[in-house]
């Protein structure tokens, strides 16, 4: 796998070094959207659908986040170090018993890399393609203050085909929710934990369509059984959107094959950065200076 790996992954080291050290939050953000205004295009990212077009307010879809080949090596990526349930406490069905849940962390992909697993370019394609995805809904959104990771999980959901006969539509892959709070059956969203109160965004980075099924949906009921909006994935497709109750939404049943994606949550406070991602930079610098 390493050597198929490196043979067949592009070179994405060939961006201009950074320029100045930045220094107030508003100079980051500055810099970052004149550089993407250049990468963005240079990528090939496009903006498909406007919140509007999805039925509710801010929300995007978007595509060119990731090429054929990036998409395969990520599905890849989360089928070889995944632990099944893993980021849902060792349940391999957390969300329905017709499907299981394979997930990666990046602190799990930085010791596959460590124990020479994987190669540490695939770490290295999972920071770039997903620091890519905040850059964009940063800019998209035109954000005053910038976004943290605070959240990154490579996931794929596969139908269990002896238990997808006779299954129900309302048995969705991922029950209608909220990001950032508990949706009630009143339609209220309660803002305190166990509910993840600090997301401000929310992006899903798909990165394939060879399933049925699996859509995502933005509802305006918890049943998921009317919805505003449907995405259909494919690799390097992105939907983003605020993390509070103007958007509900879910993931209708996968009826056959696996749905890999990479889910990506964000915030404004940098108290609840994502430590695993600064450890895999971290570890990748360290590899680089051939200090591991
Ligand atoms: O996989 C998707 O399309 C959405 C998943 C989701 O909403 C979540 O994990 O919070
Ligand atoms: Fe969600």
Same mark, same amino acid.
């Given at each position: 796998?390493?050597?198929?790996?490196?043979?067949?992954?592009?070179?994405?080291?060939?961006?201009?070094?950074?320029?100045?050290?930045?220094?107030?939050?508003?100079?980051?953000?500055?810099? *970052?959207?004149?550089?993407?205004?250049?990468?963005?295009?240079?990528?090939?990212? &496009?903006?498909?659908?406007?919140?509007?077009?999805?039925?509710?307010?801010? &929300?995007?879809?978007?595509?060119?986040?990731?090429?054929?080949?990036?998409?395969?090596?990520?599905?890849?990526?989360?089928?070889?170090?995944?632990?099944?349930?893993?980021?849902?406490?060792?349940?391999?069905?957390?969300?329905?018993?017709?499907?299981?849940?394979?997930?990666?962390?990046?602190? #799990?992909?930085?010791?596959?890399v460590h124990?020479?697993?994987?190669?540490?370019?695939?770490?290295?394609?999972?920071?770039?393609?997903?620091?890519?995805? *905040?850059?964009?809904?940063?800019?998209? +959104?035109?954000?005053?203050?910038?976004?943290?990771?605070? +959240?990154?999980?490579?996931?794929?959901?596969?139908? *269990?085909?002896?238990?997808?006969?006779?299954?129900?539509?309302?048995?969705?892959s991922h029950?209608?929710?909220?990001?950032?709070?508990?949706?009630?059956?009143?339609?209220?969203?309660? &803002?305190?934990?166990?509910?993840?109160?600090?997301?401000?965004?929310?992006?899903?980075?798909?990165?394939?369509?060879?399933?049925?099924?699996?859509? +995502?949906?933005f509802t305006?009921?918890?049943?998921?059984?009317?919805?505003?909006?449907?995405?259909?994935?494919?690799?390097? #497709?992105?939907?983003? +959107?605020?993390?509070?109750?103007?958007?509900?939404?879910?993931?209708?049943?996968?009826?056959?094959?696996?749905?890999?994606?990479?889910?990506?949550?964000?915030?404004?406070?940098?108290?609840?950065?994502?430590?695993? &991602?600064?450890?895999?930079?971290?570890?990748?610098?360290?590899?680089?200076?051939?200090?591991?």
């Amino acid at each position: 796998f390493d050597n198929w790996l490196t043979a067949c992954y592009p070179d994405r080291n060939k961006k201009p070094q950074s320029v100045e050290p930045v220094k107030t939050k508003e100079e980051q953000l500055r810099w *970052r959207a004149v550089n993407q205004l250049k990468s963005l295009a240079e990528m090939g990212v &496009r903006v498909i659908q406007t919140t509007q077009q999805l039925g509710g307010k801010k &929300r995007v879809l978007a595509e060119g986040f990731a090429s054929p080949m990036e998409c395969l090596v990520l599905s890849e990526i989360t089928k070889l170090a995944a632990v099944e349930g893993d980021g849902y406490k060792h349940n391999t069905s957390p969300h329905t018993p017709a499907e299981n849940f394979q997930g990666v962390t990046l602190g #799990r992909a930085g010791l596959m890399v460590h124990a020479h697993l994987i190669d540490d370019a695939a770490l290295e394609l999972i920071l770039e393609v997903t620091d890519l995805c *905040r850059d964009f809904v940063e800019r998209h +959104f035109n954000l005053q203050e910038p976004l943290y990771f605070t +959240f990154t999980h490579l996931v794929c959901r596969t139908a *269990r085909p002896e238990m997808s006969f006779n299954r129900s539509m309302s048995d969705l892959s991922h029950a209608v929710h909220v990001d950032n709070c508990l949706l009630q059956d009143s339609g209220d969203c309660l &803002r305190h934990p166990p509910a993840y109160t600090f997301r401000d965004y929310s992006a899903i980075l798909y990165l394939n369509s060879e399933f049925k099924g699996g859509e +995502f949906i933005f509802t305006h009921d918890q049943s998921g059984m009317s919805y505003e909006s449907a995405v259909n994935p494919e690799c390097g #497709r992105l939907v983003g +959107f605020s993390s509070g109750p103007d958007n509900p939404h879910g993931v209708l049943p996968v009826l056959e094959g696996s749905r890999c994606a990479i889910g990506m949550w964000f915030t404004h406070d940098r108290r609840h950065k994502e430590v695993e &991602r600064t450890l895999a930079e971290l570890l990748l610098k360290k590899i680089e200076a051939g200090q591991i």
